[in-house]
Nanobody, 126 residues
Framework: QVQLVESGGGLVQAGDSLRLSCAAS????????MGWFRQGPGKERAFVAA????????LYADSEKGRFTIFRDNANYTAYLQITNLKPEDTAVYYC???????????????????WGRGTQVTVSS
C-alpha cells in the first residue's frame, strides 16, 4: 500500500512559478513510476507528466513540454512537478499517482496507476 499526499498548490499570479510535491509512504518508492495529472474546472482529468522509478526517464503531455518538469527524490520518497510561467488555464486540481514499474514502462494512461493522492488546488489569476 502506498499513500500519496500532494502539497505546494495555492493562488498564484500568471507568470509565477510553482513546485508541487508528492510525498509517498512506503519503503519501495523507487519500484513505482510517478505521474502527475490535473483536472481543470469542467474538464476531464488529464495527464501532465511521468517519471520512471529511477528518475532517469520522463514523459510529458505534448501540450506541457517546456513549462513543466517532473523529477523525484527517492531518498526522501518525494516526487515533484515544477511549473514555470503559469497561465490561467493551468488552474486545476493537480494529482500525483504511482504505478508499478513491473508494467514495463512509464505511461500516460490513468488506468495504469495504482495509487492516487487527493490532489492540490492550483489557481492562477490573470
Amino acid at each position: 500500500q502506498v499513500q500519496l499526499v500532494e502539497s505546494g498548490g495555492g493562488l498564484v499570479q500568471a507568470g509565477d512559478s510553482l513546485r508541487l510535491s508528492c510525498a509517498a509512504s512506503g519503503r519501495f518508492f523507487s519500484n513505482y513510476f510517478m505521474g502527475w495529472f490535473r483536472q481543470g474546472p469542467g474538464k476531464e482529468r488529464a495527464f501532465v507528466a511521468a517519471v520512471s522509478g529511477s528518475g532517469g526517464v520522463t514523459l510529458y503531455a505534448d501540450s506541457e513540454k517546456g513549462r513543466f518538469t517532473i523529477f523525484r527524490d527517492n531518498a526522501n520518497y518525494t516526487a515533484y512537478l515544477q511549473i514555470t510561467n503559469l497561465k490561467p488555464e493551468d488552474t486545476a486540481v493537480y494529482y500525483c499517482a504511482a504505478g508499478p514499474m513491473s508494467k514495463g514502462q512509464i505511461t500516460p494512461q490513468a488506468d495504469d496507476y495504482t495509487y492516487w493522492g487527493r490532489g492540490t488546488q492550483v489557481t492562477v489569476s490573470s
